[in-house]
């Protein structure tokens, strides 16, 4: 794991590195992707059954049965053990709660000569939740990405989820019947991606696709963005711990742990106000890493991605953090309140020695699909908002009209866009009776 200091004249290039995020562009995967599209569209099921039998090693009779009925939702939901299912219900009423925050009304304002302007908010029709499976099952996708949508009051949420020799998690259905999804289809990759996008005999089609995937969902949802919504191309999970003398060594080295396991492209960075707690981390590191389940993973990508770095002060850590913007950035200090008004990029901002990122990955309310490979500097987390459309509301009163025109056609004609003009000018010469003046 390297170990950088921030005073040093090496330390830009050396962080340049570090942060050097950038997804290879891969022109196969692209093409395989290309082709799947191609043949949803022009095949429809029966370009679902034969990929979903190639990919998935289920075989289907019909495209009825890419459809898991509501009833096998039901029973897997009374198949939990009652801990997992009240763990699920705790954190779908939390998620909900924060997300109630968030939703927007229409409002109107009238200006003195009678013009009424405004905006109306109205929720997307139809949304599309893309959930992985297969070796691992993401329950928590599920909540987080369908609740704010049925808070946004999105009239119907279709999800897909990759079964790959018919298995899938009792948890993820359950997740789905308690999240209010009201349909459910066992199909993946691409082309669960396309069949939402275009729509088949059996699948509908939607407005918006949600949630994360694999290479070729990313590549997927990259190529039908303008016949469809997305959300954001997920890039590998990262996190930022500033910690001071107070934080916990032990604290430390698990948060870090808990974002390299996700995988080996995973980044997990400690910045210090002072070497000895560095040297505490990285002890921590070396005595905890033994019992990780994921070890392997998660050596990997402290080896590739990780690093501890030194800094000189905590404004110096915070610009930093800035620079990177993370994804995930725990402020482990003892007062982390005056520091947050200076963070101006970061996804999700876990304040204090006890806002462990895990809790926000799983139960806290916030979102966890947020914002990686620093494009916190322009984007935000998933929320209510991105299930929701805004229509401007214009209502020219006659006397708002008469007002309006000649600066309407001087910018028009200026323009040279004389139609617009004319235009204009009608509503400030004529009563509307449609007549020529």
């Known amino acids: 794991m390297r170990i950088l200091d921030a005073n040093t004249p090496d330390f830009d290039a050396a962080l340049e590195v570090l942060l050097n995020r950038a997804q290879p562009f891969d022109a196969t995967v692209d093409e395989t992707v290309r082709d799947i599209i191609g043949s949803v569209r022009h095949e429809g099921d029966q370009a679902l059954l034969t990929l979903t039998e190639r990919f998935d ?27 997992l299912r009240a763990a699920l ?7 909900r709660e924060f997300h109630e925050h968030q939703r927007e009304s229409s409002w109107q304002f009238e200006q003195a000569d009678g013009t009424r302007l405004g905006q109306q908010i109205t929720a997307l029709d139809r949304v599309g939740l893309y959930v992985p499976g297969g070796k691992a099952a993401y329950p928590s996708s599920v909540l987080m990405n369908a609740i704010p949508a049925q808070v946004a009051g999105v009239a119907e949420l279709v999800m897909v989820v ?40 059996t699948v509908p089609r939607v407005d918006k696709i949600v949630g994360p995937g694999n290479i070729y969902v ?37 948060d870090l742990f808990a974002q390299a396991e996700h995988d080996e492209q995973a980044q997990a960075i400690a910045i210090f106000l002072d070497r000895r707690m560095l040297e505490r981390v990285e002890k921590a590191i070396s005595r905890l890493l033994s019992g990780m389940e994921r070890r392997t993973i998660i050596e990997k990508s402290l080896a590739r991605q990780g690093a501890l770095i030194e800094v000189a002060s905590i404004g ?16 482990m200090v003892a007062d982390p309140q005056p520091l947050l008004e200076q963070v101006r990029h970061a996804g999700a901002i876990f304040c204090g020695y006890h806002s462990g990122e895990s809790l926000g990955d799983y139960c806290a309310g916030p979102n966890h699909v947020l914002p990686t490979a620093g494009t916190a500097r322009f984007s935000s987390p998933l929320g209510v908002y991105d299930f929701q459309k805004r229509s401007s509301v214009i209502h020219c ?26 235009s204009a000018e009608y509503r400030g010469q004529s009563t509307g009776s449609g007549e020529d003046v």
């Open 57 to 83: 090693a289920l075989k289907l009779d019909s495209a009825e049965q890419l459809e898991i009925p509501s009833d096998q939702w039901r029973l897997a939901s009374e198949s939990l053990d009652s801990e």
């Open 162 to 201: 990759p079964t790959p020799g018919g298995e899938i998690s009792p948890a993820v259905l359950a997740s789905a019947r308690l999240a209010g999804v009201d349909r459910l289809f066992r199909i993946g990759g691409a082309q669960a991606i396309a069949a939402l996008a275009y729509g088949t005999h």
């Open 218 to 254: 990313a590549a997927a949802k990259k190529q039908v963005f303008g016949d469809v919504g997305i959300d954001m191309i997920a890039g590998p999970s990262e996190v930022v711990v500033i910690c001071d003398a107070g934080a916990d060594p032990d604290w430390v080295a698990m």
């Open 89 to 95: 219900e705790t954190a779908a009423e939390r998620i």
């Open 397 to 422: 009163s006659p006397a708002g009209a008469a007002a309006l025109s000649p600066v309407a056609s001087a910018l028009a004609r200026a323009e040279k866009l004389t139609a617009h003009a004319r």
């Open 316 to 331: 110096e850590a915070i610009n930093l953090a800035n620079r990177i913007a993370p994804e995930h950035l725990e402020l």
